[in-house]
């Protein structure tokens, strides 16, 4: 399960670099970083326009891998405990212990006859 639970982890964190390179290559409004990596040639091997809808799809393809992952490691890493709560099938050993016959014990509500 340690080897299935390493291998998610190493593809969380490449499809989470990738997501970072992907979006710095595209195109912003103001800048132009994409123009860099040939995002406006019309010459390029995606077209005028491919590149855009390449990186694009590839990026969002990325942010479904990044998120799937996520959640499989969130699904492994949460273990299948019964008990509820923190102290949740704990006993305490330290109460002191009542016998159920003794002297003077009324159950709660109950009157005192006179």
């Avoid at 998610?8 to 595209?26: D, E, G, K, R, Y």
């Avoid at 409004?29 to 010459?43: H, Q």
Wanted: with cysteine; charged share 10%; hydrophobic share 45%.
């Amino acid at each position: 399960m340690e080897i299935l639970k390493t291998l998610i982890w190493v593809v969380n964190l490449v499809s989470a670099l990738a997501i970072i390179v992907l979006v710095l290559m595209q195109h912003g409004k103001g800048a132009d970083a994409g123009a860099a990596f040939g995002g406006g040639s019309s010459g390029s091997i995606f077209g005028s326009t491919g590149s855009a809808n390449f990186l694009s799809r590839v990026t969002a393809t990325s942010a479904v891998i990044f998120f799937s992952t996520c959640l499989a490691l969130v699904y492994l890493s949460s273990g299948k405990h019964d008990a509820l709560g923190v102290m949740g099938g704990q006993v305490d050993q330290t109460a002191p212990q009542i016998p159920s016959g003794a002297s003077g014990s009324k159950a709660p509500g109950s009157k005192i006859p006179e």
